[in-house]
């Protein structure tokens, strides 16, 4: 089953604009990571934010998690076409003894140029 | 560093037909996951190796999949025999000791399997 759920489901902005993307979830979880897929490609990762963390930022990308909330949401600044793409955030839970990761169903990003 | 392989890139039987999926891991990686992405929806895990050990295969549908990773390096998924739902991409991914929420998984670029 999924974990997450991805807001919104798609999202086209124009570049140079800001894209934000939200992630909700149901359980707990011990961390949380974003990747990015592009069409017909695998997933790179983006970003780990832990459980115990409330932001982080990586060059362009900034992740907040509220884990009171149940949700964390992922802000590209000053996006460029080469950022269109899938993203999908994953939770780290454990469960039945092992750590996993559980990924929503993803956000569809297009950039216009 | 050389990336995450995975043979072949795509594959269209018939249903009810056999097929294997092949990937090779990150050199040094302990941990292997085979994960299945249904078209616009994100990845599910199948089935978790450490080392040559299955560590979680509780996803797996194992009445026609099975999955093996011997030596503790390589692995096959099979599909015995397909069904129509099984249409969809087949991604392989490693990480260095498995403790999958702390640590980057590193995914190869997938097998899009398409059952007729």
């Known amino acids: 089953s999924q974990q997450g759920e991805e807001d919104p489901q798609a999202l086209s902005i124009q570049e140079g604009e800001n894209a934000t993307m939200n992630c909700s979830y149901k359980?707990?979880?011990?961390?949380l990571q974003w990747y990015r897929q592009n069409s017909g490609r695998g997933l790179v990762h983006l970003i780990l934010?832990?459980?115990?963390?409330r932001e982080k930022h990586s060059g362009r990308l900034r992740v907040t998690l509220d884990t009171s909330k149940k949700s964390s949401s992922l802000l590209i600044t000053a996006s460029r076409a080469a950022d269109t793409a899938s993203y999908f955030c994953a939770t780290d839970r454990t469960q039945g003894g092992s750590e996993k990761l559980v990924f929503g169903k993803g956000t569809k990003l297009t950039v216009n140029p | 560093e050389a990336g995450v392989a995975q043979s072949p890139r795509y594959k269209i039987i018939e249903k009810r037909q056999s097929v294997a999926f092949w990937c090779n891991p990150i050199s040094g990686h302990a941990t292997l996951y085979w994960y299945q992405q249904i078209l616009g929806q994100g990845p599910k895990l199948l089935i978790q190796?450490?080392?040559?050990?299955?560590?979680?295969d509780s996803q797996l549908p194992k009445d026609r999949f099975s999955a093996e990773r011997l030596k503790g390096v390589d692995s096959t998924l099979k599909i015995q025999p397909a069904k129509l739902e099984d249409s969809a991409v087949y991604l392989c991914?490693?990480?260095?000791?498995?403790?999958?929420?702390?640590?980057?998984?590193?995914f190869g670029p997938g097998t899009r399997l398409l059952v007729l």
């Open positions: 934010i832990r459980s115990n963390e």
């Open positions: 359980t707990s979880i011990n961390n």
């Open positions: 991914a490693s990480s260095r000791a498995g403790r999958g929420g702390l640590e980057t998984q590193y």
């Open positions: 190796f450490q080392n040559n050990g299955v560590v979680d």
